[in-house]
């Protein structure tokens, strides 16, 4: 099925209906939203197998991970529901007046930004889509969304968001909270993106699509802030003490880590780091052995098989790169072969093409001469969403400068598990330095991702009666307060 | 006294050291920042009469407003040593492990970015400028701070850079953990910006300095985060209620706030917009003899009462505009004239240069023919630090669509006072949307402000010993924290 692509006049009228209905959105309660949010959950299972096979159909993805991932979209809608109804967002802070100082009474809360553009992933047609954890964060914060459907699973798109207009319906929500709009080509994203009325903007893609999503924002007349996360290679560090105890155990672990789902996350440990000597052989004498036992399985869609195919040929052929092992079974056209290379540290250091994303079943294992070496690479290494530190405590102990450089190029800093496995909870945090993701401040995972789609407004002098209900006196939200510097639930 | 600009080689020089200050400062305690940033304070009144002579000299300041100026620096030092040490800042949110569901223990905190580069205000030389809100706000995240000293008070600037080292040797800070650099040229600005050591700036200035830097730094290979505060006509909306009860009061009211240190404020009221009538004559009238009394002072330096004069002369001559009162005492050379002018709102919505800011003691009144008129004006406005209504209580219950045009202009929307007078709390915004500042998601002035220097990062499944105090089980800072989604600061 074909979907037509937007024009750039339904592009206006979308986006105009979105900030019309903006006026009244922002205004709806807590409890409203989180309605509304709870029944496109229940509108999204209430598709039932259909959802599942046009999915199936569209991402070859197996059958069990996508009514997981139904599963736990549902759970992320429900959790940001939660967080919207605690209030903790909105960050409510009351510095009552001092006269005597001539000190006025301020009170100041987190407002939403307006209407947001959300671009799907591809590898996610349901948790990083059209009802997936921007979409869920962005309403909560008060702002309508229009999601671009994404081109490799438009039909599943269609039918999510046929789901959330039908909630919006049952909920009384304004007309124009939500819209989806098809488009293949970037003209249609350019023009969303650069659209007035448009305030901010989440992406899940390619490095080339974010960035020019990034840059098209920064060059508006009024810039607006864009959160696309981009891709990372997850490097996993091999300590010495760690790998003394546990090799084999570790080198299965990764076997299942690098290869799940075709190795299709963004979490997916695409650089293993160790250093040269008997541990580490026994390490990818096991890693060899496990990742050949492994069945090529089918990628989201021809792109991206085509492109795993070519960076995965491109990186093997790199001086100095040795292919360690390749899945033993016959690979049929759109799979990905699982695959294990390795190289050298200086042959890392020497060729940028070596600290590319290869977005598949791929890792490269880095041979340090020493920990010196091990430091370095940690040091040369450009923004992760993820480091993972395979090691004991006292690994940790005396590798002080490891553990820093380690924490300086990422957003999550793991101890002992993979990479893959992103827990939905406030704690986490989904996104890292550039260029893993456009803005390392913020989360696309988890509550804190509703302060993505806010702004702090401060009341001056307001009297009570006038005030948001968040910043009066009595507290009838019931939420947790800075007053006066002190952190408070009580009234005032 | 002429000051040396920093060579490119110099400027690396400095970087480094920053940088490597960094991997030592960002472990200090956070008493041991609150002691040095108490320190700094101290060394800035040790500076007595010398400096409020050298600021004096430079700035063209009232001896009053800059002792003044220096006991609110201090403070802010102060204060931000108390926000560093309470730790809210920090953000901490644990989640801990569902071993049945298979989720992780999640612990997350914020920290801090590296090394900041601040480029001072011209009309504030203590409280924006080198041991200003930014430097101070830097310093409490744990990042060491280079100062581009500002050419028209650079020697109050060394003085206090002086006093800042001195307060840093005192407290035993690493080197580097602050530098003060000069130069008067663009280049010195964009060397600091783009150096791959710069991990965030602050500014305070005009709107075309401020948004070089903000492009410079997205132009960068790693874009780095820019918080330009740039200028704002703080509109003032006179509601009908409001000036049928007080419409002397109200003038009152502004003569003063127009021109409080010959009108060199960044929240100074460039625009008021009333409605026609005999109430708004009566406004006027009194505004006007009010303006007539007021004698011109001198302005902060030769190149912004020349700028003064021109965008006054300009603004003035514009067709639709009155000229409706003039400071009635002689102008000398260097000085400002307080000044009032009047346009309808038709000619201000034809005429894009009456939105520009008149930095200095000039005010334009828009005569609106009715509300919606009023509302238009709002909605026309580009962001602004701050908007004010001068409203009774019915005026804004029955007036919603301006109250929802003004709060979408501005960061913080002030009941009945003038928008001069920033009280330094946590529930202060002092920042609004672009272009009043490159990011309206972040204040400038509060404990808030520390963020401005942070990102979050999580810690997955670590051992409590191995953790940051902040994360640990026993909370040894006696922090705030949010722990399984409970606000608390218990331990766990």
Redesign the interface.
Known sequence: MKFQEATITEIDQVMERAWKAW?QYRHTGLDQRAEFMRAIGREMEALGQDLIRKAMEETHLPETRLQNERTRTVFQLASYASACE?G?WLEA???TAIPEK???D???MQ?PLGPVVVFGASNFPFAYSTAGGDTASALAAGCPVIVKAHPAHAGTSEMVAQAILKAAASCGMPDGVFAHVHGAGFETGKALVTHPRTSAVGFTGSFAGGKAL??WA?QRK??V?VFSEMGSINPVFLLPGKLKQAAKETAKTYVGSITLDTGQFCTNPGLIIGIDGPDLDIFMTELAAGIETIAPTTMLHPGIAKAYSEKRSQALKQDGVATMAVSSARVEEGQGAPTIAAATAKAFFANPVLHQEVFGPYSLVIRCADMAEMVAVARHL??QLTTTLMAT?QD??ENGALV?AA?DI????????PPT?V?V?????H?G???AT????Y?SVGA?GIRRW??????????D??LPEALRNGNPLHI?R?VD?Q?T?APR
């Open positions: 006026q605690a903790h802070r009351i510095d001539n000190a006025a301020l009170r100041k407002v990034f840059d920064n009024e810039p802030p450009e923004g405590e940790i102990r820093e924490k990422c957003g999550r800093l793991i101890l002992n598990g496995g827990r909870a406030l704690a986490m945090q996104g330095p550039f260029p456009t803005d390392s401040r989360t804190d806010t702004r702090p407004i401060c009341f001056q002098n307001w009297a009666s006038l947790w800075m510097d952190v639930n």
